[in-house]
């Protein structure tokens, strides 16, 4: 027989002063053949649990429960000095390096006794067997005090803390191999589960029992008297707190209870098929169970039977005892046996002065291998459970789950967690109402068990700490709550505990939240802005009561800006008083209820869904709210940073028409738009007037003129400009049109425009055609349709904008601006037009002039007052005022640009008005000017008596800004002559 660590057996011991049970009918200490309670000195429940697997599963025979009947000597070793536990050694100590090394011990060590004393409060000690698994049962708190502390094996192999922890006076006691064989162990029962067939076939597996002195009993037989054991003793532990659990669990019938496992499902096909199953551990039987920890919906549960028959044995003593899985024994008083163990403290005394505080009790059963199809025998040692000392439980809501109807409370699946040592309880639970009174929870009218769970260490329960799933329970509706929740434990040998609160506090469900949809701003035609936002109310689960809106016009930084906004803050806007309060009341219809009560200009309707959704069209309502805003004007002037936007910032919660005064918490919902102003910038119109193009460049034949952008007149500022173009052509035939009925007038004003060669006179010819018009919508309209956009596109703002012109082009080139503000709205060519006329100037002038001066007259007026008369010569039109004349005086002077003087025409004079003075003047023109054009002058040079010098040259144009007006004609020849008159006396 081999020791196996799939055996892990534990015993409880119990005082012997009651010699009946606590229910009837099951009979007393003379059913079992012994003396009575004053010869007893305790009695003691041994449990035991398999681990099945794939390849062993249920026991071939009867467990055989096993006690060694005489004091044996045990290994015992001590360490004189103290150990700490720290970062040095992992907070570990391989407890088993107490032993001189020798045979394997597999079974570690069987107790442990040492003082513990923590560097802090909160450290805990934890044994670990072979594999480095914690041992169950095992976790001490230790604090900044010494603590006497015992640890029950067997397979302890290390003593480990979660913290900083010194121990001392460590204690130990185990058994070698070699003194193992020397032991006699006093077979005390041999135990099989107790059911049988209709047709039990023979021999029956688990036929041939024993209890204590009595052979040969049937599993019935043999269930009889472990039941009667098993009331004895658990007849002299004190029974739960509520009267409840005390009969319907503490005191119920161990027939009731075993006829109960007799008609489980697997039981029955374990019975009609035992040999079956005991060479075939690997079949699994599949039944439906509660899916998850809130109990809501179902799954199935596949387990081998082995596994079925170890759950059904932890429900409670009396299943375990009836699955052959426990037996009580009474001890009998004798002067070498070491007594009933109450107390942790005692336990460690008798540790420490060498004695073993309890007898060696062993376990063994054979096992059908699947793998090798023999059978083996296998072997555990049990160790001492004392009462668990407190549950430690702490309860938490983790789970949250939606009503099941609209306007019900939700619900709330509780987990308890418990101490370590806990995870081989069972707790009933009970829950106090208003007056104090506890009621258990039920299930199909009986308590009901919890089991606790024993999860992998994870960083929320670093222990792996065990925990009870209690189900789910309604969350209040108003307020926060707790739910006086009370646990009663009672562990697999039927103790119960004390009695322990565990508290869970439950959280309302969280009030709804309203879903905005949108937040279109509205621009309305008596210049006043308003938000309309779309909202939506899911009403699957509640009934609206009401909501309220925070709004605030803000022109500040984006960062936390929307945060900052709450309902309570009501509306900021010119519209309203600053913090007029916005709350809409609903019925349980959810259509609004106060309209007449909200803020003035203020709307609220119920609308279809802006996406209509078959499903939930039903369950959710859908509002629109107009929010006046105020004038354009008064919105705008807020916004004091024009590089940053005007953002309507809005903000929501609601209540439910069963929340009370909850209101939804954050994260709120928020919308937020940009308040854009709609007005147009407003361009200063000037006066008509020309900008020149530059000379033309031959190269490209192009002309180039800068063009200052207009400037506004107020607000909203220009931020760029679209260029629009049309020309002479189209614009004065569109207003010739306009302006004569019939197509003679039409023709005959054309060619006069086209006749003048004054820019001056052309552009007044067409802007008298044009200008009055403009305030004329329609002829407006017509007139910028003719206008196409310029090829630079869209121009930031800037001083000037540059324009191309074909050099070519005769007529003028017409440019109308439109401006468009920060916010992307233009000025309209309608309303707002701003003009100029371009012109590219005429060629340069490059020819020369030709000159000449008469001195004389025929009456003899010039000598007397010392004039002369000019003739200028030009081979094409040029005007009177584009001659420059230039003069000088002295010896000989050859080179016209020589002369220094530049001096005024005293009159420009026509043929007629020459003739007076010269009467043959048109033939000395006719003869003696070289080229067409001609222009006669009146001049007074200064007075000299030397010789007079005279030359001329012609300005193309006389205008300063016009491109030409500094590149005159090469001058003409000089012209000397001696005036004799006006010599200075």
């Known amino acids: 027989m081999n020791y196996s660590h799939r055996i892990a057996a534990r015993f409880a011991q119990f005082p012997a002063e009651i010699d009946e049970p606590p229910y009837g009918g099951a009979g007393d200490i003379a059913t079992l053949g012994l003396p009575g309670v004053d010869q007893i000195d305790h009695f003691m429940t041994i449990n035991w649990v398999v681990a099945a697997t794939d390849e062993r599963g249920l026991p071939f025979r009867p467990y055989t429960v096993e006690v060694a009947g005489e004091p044996y000597e045990y290994a015992f070793?001590?360490?004189?000095?103290?150990?700490?536990?720290?970062?040095?050694?992992?907070?570990?100590?391989?407890?088993?390096?107490?032993?001189?090394?020798?045979?394997?011990?597999?079974?570690?060590?069987?107790?442990?006794?040492?003082?513990?004393?923590?560097?802090?409060?909160?450290?805990?000690?934890?044994?670990?067997?072979?594999?480095?698994?914690?041992?169950?049962?095992?976790?001490?708190?230790?604090?900044?005090?010494?603590?006497?502390?015992?640890?029950?094996g067997p397979n302890i192999f290390e003593i480990c803390a979660s913290a900083d922890v010194e121990i001392s006076d460590i204690a130990a006691f185990t058994v070698t191999p070699e003194l193992l064989y020397t032991f006699q162990f006093d077979l005390v029962a041999s135990v099989g589960p107790?059911?049988?067939?209709?047709?039990?076939?023979?021999?029956?597996?688990?036929?041939?029992?024993?209890?204590?002195?009595?052979?040969?009993?049937?599993?019935?037989?043999?269930?009889?008297?472990?039941?009667?054991?098993?009331?004895?003793?658990?007849?002299?532990?004190?029974?739960?707190?509520?009267?409840?659990?005390?009969?319907?669990?503490?005191?119920?019938?161990?027939?009731?209870?075993?006829?109960?496992i007799h008609g489980e499902d697997a039981v029955a096909a374990l019975a009609d098929h035992l040999n079956f199953y005991l060479q075939h551990p690997a079949e699994r039987f599949e039944a439906p169970v509660d899916a998850g920890p809130s109990g809501r919906g179902t799954d199935t549960m596949s387990l081998t039977y082995a596994q079925i028959l170890n759950l059904l044995a932890r429900q409670g003593p009396v299943e375990a005892l009836t699955l052959g899985n426990a037996v009580t024994i009474p001890r009998a008083r004798k002067d070498y046996f070491i007594g009933l163990i109450r107390s942790m403290d005692a336990a460690f005394d008798l540790i420490a002065k060498g004695h073993m505080p309890y007898p060696l009790i062993r376990v063994g059963g054979q096992f059908y291998d699947a793998q090798i199809g023999a059978l083996v025998e296998e072997f555990g040692f049990a160790g001492l459970d004392l009462p668990v000392d407190s549950l430690q439980p702490k309860s938490q809501a983790v789970d949250y789950f939606e009503p099941e109807a609209r306007d019900k409370p939700a619900s709330a699946a509780i987990k308890t967690r418990l101490h370590p040592n806990a995870s081989s309880l069972i707790a009933y639970v009970s829950l106090e109402d208003e007056t104090n009174a506890e009621q258990v929870i039920e299930e199909r009218s009986k308590p009901r068990a919890f089991y606790p769970n024993t999860p992998d260490p994870n960083r929320a329960n670093k222990t792996g700490a065990p925990e009870l799933w209690l189900g789910t329970f309604d969350v209040p509706l108003t307020e926060e709550a707790d739910v006086a929740i009370r646990l009663h434990p009672r562990d697999i040998f039927g103790r119960w505990p004390r009695r322990e609160s565990a508290p869970c506090h439950l959280l309302p469900r969280p009030v709804g939240t309203p879903v905005l949809i949108s937040c279109q701003i509205g621009y309305n035609a008596d210049e006043t802005i308003s938000a309309t936002v779309v909202f939506e109310w899911d009403r699957t689960i509640r009934n609206l009561q009401s909501v309220a809106f925070g709004l605030a016009l803000s022109n500040d930084p984006p960062e936390g800006r929307n945060k900052q906004l709450k309902p309570g803050d009501g509306l900021s806007c010119p519209a309203f008083p600053t913090g007029t309060a916005l709350q809409i009341e609903f019925d349980m219809n959810g259509a609004?209820?106060?309209?007449?009560?909200?803020?003035?200009?203020?709307?609220?309707?119920?609308?279809?869904?802006?996406?209509?959704?078959?499903?939930?069209a039903a369950n959710r309502s859908h509002y629109e709210l107009t929010i006046p805003l105020g004038t354009v004007r008064d919105a705008m002037a807020l916004r004091k940073d024009p590089a940053l936007p005007l953002l309507l910032d809005l903000v929501a919660d609601a209540s439910e028409q069963v929340s009370g005064a909850r209101r939804t918490e954050p994260p709120l919902p928020r919308l937020a738009s940009e308040v854009r102003d709609p007005r147009p910038p407003v361009l200063d119109v000037q006066p008509w007037a020309i900008t020149w193009t530059a000379l033309p460049n031959g190269e490209t034949n192009e002309a180039r003129a800068s063009l200052a952008l207009p400037r506004g007149t107020g607000d909203p500022p220009a931020q760029?400009?679209?260029?629009?173009?049309?020309?002479?052509?189209?614009?004065?035939?569109?207003?010739?049109?306009?302006?004569?009925?019939?197509?003679?007038?039409?023709?005959?004003?054309?060619?006069?425009?086209?006749r003048e060669t004054k820019p001056a006179v052309r552009l007044g010819l067409i802007q008298r055609l044009i200008e009055p018009k403009m305030k004329d919508a329609d002829f407006m309209e017509g007139l910028s349709a003719l206008f196409k956009a310029n090829s630079t596109g869209t121009i930031e703002s800037s001083d000037s904008v540059e324009i191309v012109v074909p050099a070519h082009q005769t007529g003028f080139e017409f440019v109308?601006?439109?401006?468009?503000?920060?916010?992307?709205?233009?000025?309209?060519?309608?309303t707002n037009p701003c003009m100029c006329v371009v012109a590219i100037p005429r060629p340069v002038m490059a020819d020369t002039p030709a000159l000449r001066i008469i001195s004389w007259d025929d009456a003899g007026y010039f000598e007397v007052a010392g004039l002369c008369m000019a003739i200028a010569s030009y081979p094409e039109q040029f005007d009177g005022g584009h001659v420059r004349v230039f003069w000088d005086h002295g010896g000989t002077i050859t080179d016209a640009n020589e002369l220094r003087f530049n001096i005024p025409v005293l009159a420009e004079m026509s043929v007629a008005e020459a003739k007076?003075?010269?009467?043959?003047?048109?033939?000395?023109?006719?003869?003696?000017?070289?080229?067409?054009?001609?222009?006669?002058?009146?001049?007074?040079?200064?007075?000299?008596?030397?010789?007079?010098?005279?030359?001329?040259e012609l300005q193309t144009e006389t205008q300063a800004d016009h491109p030409a007006a500094e590149i005159p004609t090469p001058r003409s020849q000089i012209t000397s002559l001696y005036l004799r008159g006006g010599i200075v006396r």
């Open 77 to 152: 070793a001590s360490y004189p000095r103290s150990i700490r536990l720290g970062k040095a050694n992992s907070h570990r100590w391989y407890v088993d390096s107490l032993f001189d090394p020798g045979p394997i011990r597999p079974w570690g060590i069987l107790c442990l006794g040492l003082i513990a004393k923590a560097k802090e409060d909160g450290a805990e000690l934890f044994c670990r067997s072979f594999d480095g698994s914690e041992i169950y049962g095992t976790r001490l708190a230790v604090d900044a005090t010494d603590r006497k502390c015992a640890f029950f």
């Open 194 to 260: 107790a059911f049988e067939p209709q047709n039990k076939p023979s021999p029956w597996p688990y036929d041939n029992q024993s209890y204590l002195s009595l052979p040969n009993l049937s599993p019935m037989q043999a269930l009889t008297l472990r039941q009667c054991a098993d009331g004895l003793a658990r007849a002299n532990t004190l029974p739960p707190a509520l009267q409840r659990l005390e009969d319907a669990v503490h005191r119920q019938d161990p027939n009731t209870i075993a006829g109960a």
């Open 592 to 616: 609004p209820m106060n309209s007449l009560e909200l803020p003035a200009g203020v709307a609220i309707a119920e609308i279809p869904p802006p996406q209509p959704h078959a499903k939930l």
């Open 720 to 754: 760029s400009f679209n260029i629009w173009r049309s020309q002479e052509t189209a614009v004065l035939s569109f207003a010739l049109a306009r302006h004569f009925a019939n197509d003679d007038d039409v023709n005959a004003y054309l060619a006069a425009v086209r």
């Open 816 to 830: 109308l601006f439109t401006a468009n503000s920060r916010d992307g709205v233009a000025s309209n060519k309608i």
């Open 916 to 952: 007076s003075y010269v009467a043959d003047i048109e033939k000395i023109i006719r003869n003696s000017m070289p080229f067409e054009y001609n222009r006669i002058f009146l001049l007074m040079p200064p007075v000299t008596t030397d010789f007079h010098h005279f030359a001329i």
